[in-house]
């Protein structure tokens, strides 16, 4: 639109949170993420406006015109052809610099004043002036990349409510020893949270010595973030979640009989990885050299319910360094979701995870930052 921008960056380089998405591959959309099914917060259909705004389909179409094509690898997560995050983030601050942006780094905003014209000031006493500001400072995840939560402190200043926060997209805590004797193993399984009736997968989960990890875990953290600010939380892991109990029931018989001279830690082997089964025989007291033939009656039961509802106690996260992401922000019924604009200040604007929205893991996040971006750089533009 021939807006002169200026990108105040805190850090030496713009981009770094993208550095670190998807494994430094940068998931940068979903082929679902246009469904605000998706998405959490107060309220997601607030995220239909700009999605219906930069759709994935020309989210695609801009990468490509930037030189950065993309491959749904089957699942519907977009990558770069690259596999590089560090090729989005160039492309992205090249592009800008190419149609006249400018960048100054290491940038500390301390203060925005509103007005005509709006006066944004740093720390070291520089100051700007401009007829609007957009706010894109990011959440409270991973702040080793420079958001640490700073952009919530300005939106309060200038009066808008900010919703509990919780990290999202990270890695959960639980009691006992489970996922220390499991660490590194992967299973597909599903988890259920008992009192919330919550319940998340099939997908991967990954053991660790402090709990889960891997897709499924940190799916389930965007839905029990919040609840987890209250305690601990009741967990059931199903570990053979394409099967009812009966047929489990049915498994362990058939295995007894067809290998009665094995040890019932290998009565699974090929079904389950190898750590698995003694794990849950010894929840029940037993060691996995037990003979194969104490399988029957009662313990077989036992068995198939831990199999099926493995107890856990969720404690809590690995908090904001290992998070990806922001469950709450600033308060969407302070924000017009057709512009994004502050409905406090006139020329005021939002985007991404400083809003009370919060993505899925894969590549939801990401489509969000881009379809928000793009309406509250219009919308700015426009004024």
């Not at 006992?176 to 997968?201: E, M, P, S, Y």
Request: charged share 20%.
């Amino acid at each position: 639109s021939g807006a002169r921008v200026l990108i105040l960056e805190r850090g030496l380089r713009t981009g770094r949170k993208i550095l670190v998405t998807g494994n430094g591959r940068c998931n940068l959309t979903n082929a679902l993420a246009d469904d605000v099914g998706h998405y959490r917060g107060e309220n997601p259909r607030f995220c239909h406006g700009a999605l219906s705004r930069l759709p994935v389909a020309d989210t695609l179409a801009f990468f490509e015109g930037l030189g950065v094509p993309c491959v749904d690898e089957g699942d519907g997560h977009y990558y770069p052809r690259s596999s590089s995050a560090a090729d989005v983030a160039d492309s992205l601050e090249l592009a800008f610099r190419e149609a006249g942006g400018e960048v100054v780094t290491n940038a500390r905003v301390a203060e925005v004043t509103p007005g005509t014209p709006w006066r944004v000031a740093e720390a070291g006493g520089r100051s700007w002036s401009s007829r609007a500001v957009i706010l894109a400072a990011g959440g409270r995840s991973a702040p080793k990349t420079g958001s640490d939560g700073g952009g919530f402190t300005l939106a309060e200043r200038l009066g808008h409510r900010v919703t509990p926060l919780a990290p999202a997209i990270v890695p959960l805590t639980v009691a006992g020893n489970f996922g220390h004797f499991l660490q590194g193993v992967r299973v597909t399984a599903k988890l259920r949270v008992t009192d919330l009736k919550i319940q998340a997968g099939p997908a991967e989960l990954m053991f660790a010595h402090y709990g889960l990890s891997g897709p499924l875990a940190l799916w389930l953290s965007v839905e029990i973030g919040l609840a987890l600010e209250g305690g601990p939380l009741d967990l059931e892991l199903d570990l053979l979640p394409e099967m009812a109990p009966e047929e489990v029931s049915f498994l362990l018989q058939s295995r007894v009989e067809a290998h009665p001279r094995r040890e019932l830690g290998n009565l699974l082997l090929g079904v389950l990885p190898r750590k698995v089964l003694p794990a849950v025989l010894r929840q029940q007291g037993l060691e996995p050299d037990t003979p194969c033939s104490e399988m029957r009656g009662e313990l077989r039961e036992r068995s198939v319910k831990l199999l099926k509802s493995y107890p856990l106690t969720c404690t809590g996260s690995r908090g904001w360094e290992e998070a990806a992401a922001t469950l709450g922000g600033v308060d969407l019924g302070e924000v017009d979701p057709r512009t994004l604009e502050s409905r406090r200040h006139t020329g005021l604007l939002f985007a991404g995870e400083l809003l009370d929205v919060c993505g899925e893991c894969g590549g939801f996040n990401l489509q969000w930052a881009w379809s928000s971006g793009y309406v509250a750089g219009r919308s700015a533009a426009g004024l």
